[in-house]
């Protein structure tokens, strides 16, 4: 690992983020207006049910914003040397793939923090919740939604060099997909049974079981935890073979020089 | 007696089949030279001969069936970072992010080849292109001469012992082919590096290399200096031809 190589692709983003007004608006617009919208439903629907509703909503809402953007980040910055033409420059360098998705990572990882602090401050002030009650079992969730973010964003970026340019949208597609059986917003208990057993299976449906747990009961659930880094640990694992199997196929068919 | 050239590339019996199984189209078909210090090869052949596949071979991007690549004595495989950080690329098939200026963008590279005194080695390389004035400028607002002037100096950024270059001047005017030929003549003797050159304009090529391989159908079909080959294929000639040799050879 050499850290000048990795500098080098943050310091691509940085000065992307500069002259690129929308690097800086999905980083900041996107999670003002889904927390607007969230907040105002969940201030009515709170009103009409119970108070503990906008706390689950927003929380909720919160933690998937972390998953999401992280997860989206990741693929979209690949795609930006694909569309731009400067990935064989890049590829072509003595900076080896690891260090290419740990500079992805950092520029995501930054982001997100201005995200979160952004949003949280929003929800404090505007609907009154605030994200810190969830306590040092915040830093918990966010391990877990982070590393889960990551093996899902890596497989994505091997799709991309699987299928090229056309997969590219999938890139904001992929995490939707899972959103339902997530259980982001509604415990899991809620969904059918098939559905619900397709969610155990999932890390951050544990994450969003164990948010509600603490909002509720003030009780953070290892046994939730737990099972959410075993199952991220295994993801995680696949997702890494999965790329790497990936690379070598598309190095043997020439699919990758077609990223051009 | 003379010392032996140091040789920084070899290639040997190199194989790229594509399709199915690798049982496919045959790119490149067991090809094998070397390129010494200071050597310019140039690459000749027309479309789909297999040029680039063996460039990108030579990058790792694309992964050999059968044979052997050794950079500076090693295998490219084990010694990867290694062995890129005395190689560089330019084609005009790509291009440096379009939305980062002139100088971004090189600084961005100059760190991913770890170069040292980065704001010196960049000045330096600007101001023999020619393009210092635009070191403020948005890529997106470049001409095209003046965009690939700046994939030379990427290039050159880690003064390279081996340069590849794949048609790095397609579809430049006569004035800004001329300009560049020059100067990638001026940086390699001043830093004695080797170069692959490929590119379709025969002139460049005369222009450029000490020695030529042309390649058909994933095969080497004829090698050697620009006017020995003009003589091999033709007979008789006095100077260079090459596009004439070109034309005899894609035909026959």
Redesign the interface.
């Known amino acids: 690992m050499?850290p000048?190589?990795i500098?080098?692709?943050v310091?691509?983003h940085y000065?992307?983020s500069i002259?690129?007004m929308e690097r800086f608006f999905d980083a900041f617009l996107y999670p003002v207006l889904v927390l607007l919208l969230w907040g105002f439903l969940s201030t009515y629907i709170g009103s009409i049910k119970s108070s503990g509703l906008i706390a689950f909503l927003l929380g909720g809402l919160i933690l998937w914003v972390i998953f999401e953007r992280v997860n989206t980040d990741l693929g979209l910055s690949f795609m930006?040397?694909v569309w731009?033409?400067?990935i064989?420059?890049?590829?072509?360098?003595?900076?080896?793939f690891v260090e290419f998705i740990a500079g992805l990572v950092i520029v995501g990882l930054s982001k997100i923090v201005f995200s979160f602090i952004l949003m949280a401050v929003m929800a404090s002030i505007f609907y009154n919740f605030h994200i810190t009650t969830l306590g040092f079992s915040l830093a918990l969730f966010a391990i877990n939604l982070i590393i889960f973010a990551w093996s899902f964003g890596i497989f994505n970026l091997a799709l991309i060099f699987r299928f090229g340019h056309s997969i590219g949208p999938i890139t904001w597609i992929l995490p939707f997909l899972l959103q339902p059986f997530s259980a982001v917003f509604y415990p899991i208990t809620v969904l059918p049974e098939f559905f619900q057993r397709v969610a155990w299976f999932l890390p951050i449906s544990h994450v969003f079981e164990g948010m509600r747990g603490v909002l509720s009961s003030h009780e953070f659930d290892y046994n939730q935890f737990f099972v959410a880094l075993i199952l991220n640990l295994i993801y995680f694992g696949v997702s890494i073979a999965f790329f790497y199997l990936t690379l070598?196929g598309v190095?043997?068919?020439?699919r990758?020089?077609k990223l051009? | 007696m003379a010392k032996k050239a140091e040789v920084v590339l070899e290639v040997e019996n190199l194989t790229k089949r594509f399709g199915p199984l690798g049982s496919g189209f045959v790119a490149v078909d067991n090809i094998s030279f070397n390129v010494a210090r200071g050597q310019v090869l140039g690459f000749l052949g027309p479309n789909g001969a297999g040029k680039s596949t063996t460039i990108f071979c030579i990058l790792g991007l694309i992964e050999k069936d059968s044979g052997q690549i050794k950079i500076f004595g090693k295998e490219f495989s084990q010694h990867r970072s290694q062995i890129l950080q005395d190689i560089n690329y330019a084609s005009n098939e790509t291009q440096l992010p379009w939305n980062l200026t002139v100088w971004e963008n090189l600084l961005v590279f100059a760190h991913l080849y770890n170069i040292n005194n980065v704001r010196k080695r960049i000045t330096e390389l600007l101001d023999v292109f020619e393009i210092s004035d635009l070191k403020r400028d948005m890529v997106r607002d470049l001409s095209t001469g003046q965009r690939a002037r700046l994939s030379l100096v990427k290039a050159f950024l880690n003064k390279p012992k081996l340069l590849l270059l794949d048609e790095p001047m397609a579809s430049m005017d006569p004035d800004v082919v001329d300009k560049g030929i020059n100067l990638i003549k001026r940086l390699q003797k001043e830093e004695q590096m080797s170069i692959v050159y490929t590119s379709h304009n025969m002139w460049e090529i005369e222009e450029i290399a000490n020695d030529i391989i042309f390649i058909n159908h994933g095969k080497i079909v004829a090698k050697g200096s620009p006017i020995d080959l003009t003589k091999k294929v033709l007979g008789g000639a006095k100077e260079p031809n090459l596009r004439e040799v070109f034309i005899h050879i894609t035909r026959s």
Do not use: M, W
């Not at chain 1, 064989?88 to 080896?96: M, R």
């Not at chain 1, 190095?251 to 020439?254: F, R």
């Open positions: 050499n000048r190589r500098h080098a692709i310091l691509r000065f992307l002259h690129q930006y040397d731009e033409r400067n064989i420059n890049v590829l072509s360098s003595p900076i080896t070598v190095k043997k068919s020439g990758l020089v051009i």
